[in-house]
Structures are given as C-alpha cells and as structure tokens.
C-alpha cells in the first residue's frame, strides 16, 4: 500500500476501480515497464531468463489488439452496437503511421528515390494529395485519430440518425470495410496496393529495428493500453457511461425520459474508432507492416469474439480476451496450423453458447459460489 | 485403255495451263517479283496452284539450272507441269522469307474459299480478315468468283466483308462505293477497323463522305451490340446474386436468423458437385455429361443436412439473439472451411462443364452469350418459382409463414414450430446448395468460394427487405445491372465500391429496405 496511486483519495480514483483493481494495474506497469526493460535488455540472451525480441514484438501486438478490445467493448458491451467494421479504423491508424514511415525511409529505398518504392515503380512524379505533409511526425499523428474519427462521425451520424441499427448497422459496417478493403487493393488509390508499406527503417530519426527502439515501443504501447483502459473505465461509469448502457437495454424508455440516444451512440462509436486508429498506429512500427488484407471483414469480426470470450461490457474482459485469444493464435498456428481454424471457429461457437459471459462471468459466477 | 487415256490428256492439259513464266520468276525472280508471281499463280484458279505454293512454304521448291521443281520424297515434278522428272544432283532451295510465307498463307486461304467443305472456307475467311496485311488485290478475282457462288447464310457475311476490303483496295470507284455501302451492314470489329483505315489513306471526298456514313452505321450497330451484351452480363450477374441469396431471404429474411454460413453452404453445394462429377468420371464415364442431373438433388440434399443439423446443435439456442447468432455462424463458417480444406486439400478443383454447356450463342458479331450462363438465367428463375409455390401453395411454406408472422399464435393452432424451424432452415441451405452447383459451373471452386458471396447476398437480402421475396429479387437483378454498368464505365473494383457505398447510403435512408412492409412500430 505504498503506491501514491492508492493512498490518493481522489474520488476518481475510487470511482474508476477498487484497491484489487489498482493492484492489478499496479503489477501490469511494474512488468510493462521493468520487468520486461530488464530480462530483455540487460540480461544476456543466454539466461534463463531473458526474454527473446520475438516475445516482446507479440506481447507488443496482442497490447495492440487489447486497445481494439476495449473500443471494441465500449460500443458492444456498453451501447449495444456490435461493429464488423472496426479492423477499418485500425487499419486507418495504421496506414497514417505508414505513411510518416515510408516517408522516413528518405532514399535507402530500392531505387534510392525520395519518393516510396511503390511510388517509383508507379512511374510517379509527385505525392498524392493524401500525402501531403505527410514527413511531419505530428501530422501523421493527427491523422492517425482524426481520419478513423472524421469516418466514424460521417458514416455514425447518418446510421444512427436514421436509427440503422442491430444486425442492420453489423452489416453496413462490414460492407464499409469490405469496400475500403477493395480500395486499398487498388494501386492507383495511392497507398501501396496489395503490398501495402513495409520495409521500414526509421522512425522519429532512430532506426527502428534496434531492441532499444522495440523497447520504447513497446512501454509506449504499455501506457497508452493502461491510459485507454482508465480513459474507457472513466466514460463507462460516469453519468454519460450509464445513460449509454441504458440505450443498450432500453432505448425507447431513453427516448421517452427525454434524451437523444443519437448524441451519446455517436460519441461513443467516434471514441472507439480513434481508439482503434490509435491502436493501429502502434502496431504498424512493431509488425513492421501494414497491408489492405488488415481490412477485411473477417478481421473484424475476430475483435468481437475476442470480447466476447474475455466477457462483455467488463473492460477488463475485452483485454483478457484478447491476451487469451491471440495468445492461443501464436502458438496454435506455430504448433498446430491446420488445426487453428477448427479452434477458432469452436470459440466462436462454444463462447456463445455456453460463455454468454465470458470469461469474467465465470470467474464471477465461481466467487458467488 | 481409252479411259485412261482420256484421262491422261485432261490432267495434261490441265497440268500445262500453269504459266511458266510465273513459276521461272517464282524461283528465279527479286522478292517483289514472287509476291507478284504467288498472286498470279493463285488468281489463276489453276487446281495446280495449290500445290506449288504448299511447296513453296514447306521448303520443297527448288531450282536446278534453269528448271523450277518440287522435290518430294527424293522424287522431283517439274514445277509448271507437274510431270515427273528424274531427281538433278545439282539443286537449290527457293528461300521463302517471312513476307513470302505471309503472301502464301494469303493466297493458299483465298483458293479454299471456293473449298467446297464449308468449315474449310471458314477458316480461309478467318485467316484472310485477321491476317494483318490482307489479302492481295491480286485475289480480287477469286473471291469475287467465291462470292458469286456462296449461297451458305453463315459464310456468306464473312465472305461480303473480305471481297469488300478487296475491292476498297482494288476495285474502281463503283466497286468502292458499293463496297462501302455493303460495309454498312455490318456490326463486326474488323469492318471498323478497315473504315477507320481506309478514312485515313482516301482522298476523294465523295468515297470519304460514304466512309464516314458507313463507319457511323458499323458503329451505331457495334454500340447496340455491346448494350446488349452488357444487359446480359448484368441479368447474369443478377441471377447469380439471386440464386447466391434466395436461400438467405429465407433463413434471414423470413426466420432472422444471420446465418453467416451461408457462403459456406453455396460452397458444400459446389463441394458435392464435385464429388458427383468425379463419380460419374470413375464409374459411368459414358453418361459423364448428364452428372448435372445427379449433382442437383445431391447439393440440395448434402447442404439441406448441414444446414438442418446446424439448425438443431447450434442455431436453435440462439433465437433472439441476432447478434450471438451472427458470431456463433461465423466459427461455423470457419470450421466448415477448414473441414472443406482438410477433405479436399485447399486448391481449387476442377469442376468440368458438361458437353452441352460448353460454348455459346453468337446474337450480334462480337456478342456471345455463353450457354452456361444462359442455363444459370433459366434456372435461377426455376429456383425462384419453385420456391414461390412452396411457399405458397404447400402447407410447410403456410406453417413458415404463419410462424414468421406470429409464432405464438401459430404454436398455439398446433403448428409445430420448431420442427418448421428445423425445416425452413434446411430449405434456405439447400437453395444454398443449388446455388453452388450453378456457381461451379462458371467459376473457381475452392474452400474460400463461400468468402466472396456472403457480403453481396446479405446487400441483396437487406436492400430488397427483409422477407420480401419480391424485393430479393430486384434488389439482385438491380445489383447486377448496376454492377455491370457502373463497371463498363469505372472498372470492377470501383463499381463494387461504388455499389457497397450506394447500399449503405441507401440502408440509412430507408432502413427496412425497397420493399418493407408497412406498420406503426417504433422500432422499425
């Protein structure tokens, strides 16, 4: 009980979790932030007890895919929206940061240009308009939250506005994603076609390939997780937070006390894209790749079960889920490939029918007992 | 004995009618000089013409002091005559370059026109108007004798246009214009391009003015023929996406159940038509083109037990739960993906078309309507009427109804619902199934083949409104044709784009669809 956190008597503080909860979060930035710094940097690679880059790229990925969960729960969980769209924000993000990385390349490209490789191969002579400051860290930064939330507002306004919702919203969301995914196939658009950006060498001026810049990365990763947790718990239990789950259970009755369940699904879904585009921009300078295959319905729809398994409208459940989920894709698909698909078609199965909770509902239920 | 002598002087004096001062310069002459001699010796029309230019393109003409012969088979002819000769030891090939073969080939292909085996002046005509350089005006005279006696409709079209590219070249100024106006009639891509040519090398206005006339003509027909095509392309297109999604306006559109498997059974379909393909291939390789009639019912029955089997151990549970559902048959879907590619490897396989379903119809020049498609047309419409009737006039398709309508009510006159579920959902996936057996007929069968449906069906199924079959049915024929055009216009891709962001524009402003049934609801 030494931590400033916890002897803090903020009301916020103990609004957003219990001392356990804390603890948890505690032990999560104690790993996050010297556990994994010390086994992988400082002990020597023939220890028992280092921990190999590959470990930190997958931790630093799934961390990526925990931050999908959670905007991903914040609109299923709390508002009742299930997206299939939400790998297009992600890959929005994603292609932001890609675009200030191949513009960090400069000239180690193939053909020694200041234009990316695939631009060169096109024959073309000058950036697109889509490109435009796009060497600016800060920029692309903007555009990494501003383009998935400028789409999430366009697209949610009118959906929500015309009360598209259900299955109905499910599937327009996935056909958006569809499209984009059809237009990003295409050269012409401007973002590497099938390929995509890779081949990335530096980022913010340091090479990016170094186990110290991973280890940024990685912590950077670490923060932001912990911070869009915290941000996502604060919504959900303030005032804004119960109204939304009001409109989950019972969005007439909502109407009818007075208020436009429109306003408060709109912030929600637009706060969950930028969550996601946040996320996407993490996870390209990890991955070292970003390519159109990132939108394709099928992607989406894994986010769902991932909070789905975790338990929904818990948070914390949408990150379990995800750790849980991914976790079993990396050694499954190195162990078993072909049985891969089997499993993951089995959890989508077997979690609705028997976890209708998630994990965390049966931990829950256990404790009850 | 007179017989033979008869004949003997007719072969004589046919053999001798070959000009012997084409053939010295045949041999003998510069290369401008052959070209001229092969044209002659083919406008000749002599039977022996033939077979000194045959044995000019295959090397067997050759020259021994001043003498043109044929060596064959280490026997020499003289070359004019065609009589035998005993085999000189001094002799020298006559080289055919590429433009002498290209003057051959030319010229071999004008004499079949007066062929009398009509697949033989066929291919001459084909060879003649896709040979780049044409044939030689020298040739005017046979085909103008060709043309005098065609009398076969399939030929003679085909033959008009190379006289009239003959006489464009060759002919005087009556032959030219009639020519030009003869080219009018016509709708083929060649005719195009030989105006299109001739405008740019004419200089007499008036021969210009009836050009131009004449290529306006071609093109106006040519434009006719390409709407046409496109129309067909796009009903095409269109029952293929009602056929993908008829079995969807059933199990979503009447049930609302979101049955993300859906693909996958069109694909189990395509699956089980493969099977009985390789069956009839194995065991009854003598009735292989009727494996279509076996394969039908087959991918009916193997998908209308998934489907029904889905329905009991997974699907049932979930009513209600749209979104559960949703998620619940998308693992189906992966499993039955993976199930697929373990049976089945993950490559493509080969699913042959029946005999009778190769090929096509030609309606206009440049337009085929492939037979395959037009059977996919008439049996999209056969599904479609089919499942009309059934649901209908039998009294399943009135216990679906009644159950989609108030299933309370329906349960409470003693209509067994679940069992009617159970059946309703087996209907919606063997539809699926024919589904797939009328795609593996046009396209790639693979494990994924189910993947690419699945979104255009569920658009056709929300645009048209849910449980309305009516409204399916536009909605896929409307997809269609828009795809088809906007793809004219912009490209596939885009016009997929374009066509996915028309139907989320379009979901927001009229939520339930084209064809929603009107009520008072607050939650439409």
Redesign the interface.
């Known amino acids: 009980m030494t931590s400033p956190i916890l002897t803090a008597r903020s009301g916020l503080a103990r609004r957003l979790y219990g001392p356990a909860g804390w603890l948890a979060i505690l032990v999560a930035v104690l790993v996050a932030f010297l556990l994994f710094p010390v086994l992988n940097l400082a002990v020597a690679p023939e220890s028992p007890f280092h921990i190999s880059a590959y470990w930190v790229t997958l931790i630093g990925k799934i961390m990526c895919y925990a931050m999908v969960a959670i905007a991903m729960d914040l609109i299923?969980g709390y508002a009742g929206i299930?997206s299939l769209g939400h790998g297009l924000f992600f890959a929005l993000g994603g292609y932001a940061m890609g675009m200030y990385l191949m513009r960090q390349i400069g000239r180690d490209g193939q053909y020694q240009s200041d234009m990316p490789d695939f631009m060169v191969f096109l024959d073309w002579k000058e950036f697109p308009l889509a490109w435009w400051n796009s060497d600016q860290f800060w920029w692309c930064a903007l555009l990494v939250v501003a383009v998935p939330g400028l789409l999430a507002y366009a697209?949610g306004f009118?959906?929500f506005?015309?009360?598209?919702k259900?299955?109905?919203f499910?599937?327009?969301t996935?056909?958006?994603t569809?499209?984009a995914m059809?237009?990003f196939?295409?050269n012409n658009t401007g973002f590497g076609g099938n390929n995509g950006f890779t081949d990335f060498k530096r980022i913010l001026g340091t090479p990016i390939t170094t186990p110290e810049t991973r280890m940024v990365l990685f912590a950077v990763t670490a923060a932001v997780l912990i911070g869009t947790l915290l941000l996502a718990r604060t919504i959900v239990t303030s005032k804004l937070g119960r109204i939304l789950t009001a409109i989950r259970d019972a969005?007439?009755r909502v109407m009818f006390c007075g208020y436009n369940p429109v306003h408060y699904k709109l912030f929600i879904w637009v706060v969950s894209a930028m969550i996601c585009g946040l996320a996407g921009a993490l996870y390209v300078p990890q991955v070292g790749i970003i390519n159109p295959g990132e939108m394709s319905?099928?992607n989406s729809?894994e986010i769902?079960?991932w909070v789905?398994v975790g338990g929904r409208g818990t948070l914390v459940g949408a990150v379990l889920g995800a750790f849980l989920v991914n976790g079993g894709k990396s050694f499954l698909t190195q162990q078993f490939p072909?049985y891969w698909?089997?499993f993951?078609?089995?959890?989508?199965?077997l979690?609705?029918?028997f976890l209708?909770n998630g994990v965390v509902g049966l931990v829950k239920s256990w404790r009850k007992k | 004995m007179r017989l033979i002598l008869l004949l003997a002087i007719f072969f004589s004096t046919q053999a001798a009618a070959l000009d012997r001062a084409l053939v010295d310069k045949l041999g003998f002459g510069e290369s401008d000089e052959k070209v001229v001699a092969i044209n002659a010796i083919a406008a000749s029309g002599d039977p022996r013409a033939a077979e000194v230019l045959g044995a000019l393109a295959e090397g067997e003409l050759q020259t021994s002091g001043k003498l043109v012969i044929i060596v064959k088979n280490d026997e020499a002819f003289d070359a004019a005559s065609g009589d035998k000769l005993a085999l000189p030891e001094e002799r020298e090939d006559v080289v055919a370059n590429n433009r002498l073969r290209g003057a051959v080939s030319a010229a071999l292909a004008a004499l079949k026109l007066l062929s009398p085996d009509r697949q033989q002046r066929l291919a001459a005509l084909k060879e003649l108007s896709d040979n780049a350089e044409g044939a030689d005006v020298a040739m005017l005279g046979i085909v103008r004798r060709a043309l005098a006696a065609e009398t076969d409709p399939g030929v003679k079209p085909l033959l008009e246009q190379v006289a009239a590219s003959l006489e464009l070249k060759g002919g005087d100024r009556e032959a030219r214009i009639a020519a030009l106006q003869r080219l009018a009639g016509s709708s083929s891509a060649n005719a195009k391009t030989l105006l299109l040519s001739y405008i740019e090398t004419e200089k007499d206005a008036d021969l210009l003015a009836e050009a131009r006339k004449s290529l306006r003509a071609v093109e106006g027909k040519r434009a006719w023929a390409e709407r046409a095509g496109l129309a067909f392309t796009g009903i095409s297109l269109g029952s293929i996406l009602l056929l993908a999604a008829l079995g969807l306006a059933i199990t979503y559109g009447l049930m609302g159940v979101?049955n993300?498997a859906h693909g996958e059974l069109i694909m189990i379909g395509a699956y089980t038509t493969y099977a009985v393909q390789t069956l009839f291939r194995t065991k009854f390789g003598a009735a292989f083109d009727w494996y279509l009639l076996a394969a039908l019912p087959a991918a009916f029955a193997v998908s209308a037990a998934v489907g029904m089997l889905l329905e009991r151990l997974?699907i049932r549970?979930?009513y209600g739960r749209?979104?559960?559902?949703?998620?619940?048959t998308?693992?189906?879907?992966?499993?039955l993906?993976?199930?697929v590619?373990?049976l089945f490897g993950a490559q493509n396989v080969q699913v042959e078309n029946p005999a009778f379903m190769s090929g096509g119809v030609e309606v206009l020049s440049g337009v085929v309507l492939p037979y395959s498609r037009i059977v996919i047309v008439i049996f999209a419409a056969a599904v479609l009427a089919g499942m009309w009737l059934l649901l209908t006039r039998t009294r399943l398709g009135l216990f679906v109804r009644g159950v989609t309508q108030n299933r309370a009510m329906a349960s409470c006159v003693g209509v067994p619902t679940h069992r009617v579920d159970t059946w309703a959902f087996g209907l919606g996936s063997g539809i699926a199934g024919l589904a797939g057996c009328a795609l593996s007929q046009i396209g790639n069968v693979g494990p994924d083949l189910g993947?690419g449906y699945i979104?255009d069906s569920?658009?056709v199924v929300?645009l048209g409104g849910v449980g309305q079959l009516a409204g399916t049915v536009y909605a896929a024929l409307g997809l269609g044709f828009a795809n088809k055009l906007l793809e004219s216009w912009q490209g596939a891709?885009?016009a997929?784009?374009l066509v996915?962001?028309f139907?989320?524009?379009f979901?927001?402003?009229r939520?339930q669809g084209l064809f929603a049934v009107k009520g008072r609801m607050?939650?439409?």
């Open positions: 299923w299930l697209f009118f959906a506005r015309s009360r598209v259900g299955v109905y499910s599937i327009i996935q056909a958006l569809y499209a059809l237009l196939f295409r969005e007439q319905p099928a729809i769902a079960i789905a072909e698909f089997y993951l078609g089995l959890i989508f199965i979690s609705t029918l209708p | 979101i993300m997974v549970w979930l749209p979104l559960e559902t949703l998620l619940a998308w693992g189906i879907s992966l499993v993906i993976q199930t590619r373990t993947q979104v569920f658009m929300v891709v885009i997929k784009i996915l962001v139907i989320v524009i979901i927001q402003k939520p607050a939650d439409a």
